[in-house]
């Protein structure tokens, strides 16, 4: 295949995009593999098609999305177990109940899915000036940041940044958060989320994000920033969690 001289928006009617060609090469070639084979790198595909990386990357996800292809991180791309339904690759976009704070554990399991987390990042430092008035706490005392992949019956939907003032969650540091709520930690604390303020920007995946939640570089997500209250009024929560845009929807309801 020759090298990439277009983009995706550059191609005339009738003319099969580029990642869509890239698409079909590979599809035709995993049908003479194993289930489970794993494909040759992300580098090497790039090489023998003569594409960039955002274009590879659309033509693994046009095949991941139909349940042919499936990546491992840090592994690589692989093709799919012949015993997972196709259909457990597009998972239905989820929403929370017009003016209901739910949190992300709360709302799968309100719609039949099985969430869990990766988590990437877990640490304590001391709260900056910034950090120290957005929780009215002393700076330097000890805050939490959490990182977490969330997912639903497996599926990457959700890159979740969390700072929580120690104090609040003091047991949190050897909590296994894979499979506990951070909200449910707060309910067994005496501090339950009363109140969310929420922030929404649609912005595209960086590198990074691309990489985690198994998107080309430049798909579009939504950021999600909030800051929840317990029902003293205290700051408990900092949150920003990143949805893929295909995956997540943002129901309000207002009145006159």
Known sequence: MSA??????????????????????VAAEIEHLEPGARLPSEAAQRARFGVSR??????????????RVEPKP??????????????????????EPPGK????????????????SVVLERSVHGATVTEAEAFAIAPGAQVMRLQRLRRLDGLSVAVDTSLVPLAVLPTSMTTDFSTTSLHACF?????????VDTEIEAIVADESRARLLDVPEGFPL?????????????????????YRADRYRYRARQSA
Do not use: C, K, N
């Open 4 to 25: 990439e001289r277009a983009t995706e928006t550059d191609a005339p009617s009738g003319i099969r995009r580029l990642w869509e060609r890239v698409a079909d090469a």
């Open 222 to 242: 939504l950021s999600v920033h909030q800051i929840f209250y317990d029902a003293r009024h205290r700051v408990i929560e900092r949150a920003v969690i990143v």
């Open 54 to 67: 955002v274009t590879l990357r659309q033509a693994l996800s046009h095949l991941q999305s139909q349940g």
């Open 101 to 116: 704070l739910m949190s992300f554990t709360d709302l799968a399991r309100s719609r039949g899915l099985v969430p869990d």
């Open 74 to 95: 840090g592994l690589g791309w692989f093709t799919a177990d012949a015993s997972t339904p196709r259909q457990a690759a597009q998972p239905r976009a989820v929403f």
């Open 187 to 195: 309910r067994a604390a005496g501090a339950a989320p009363e109140l």
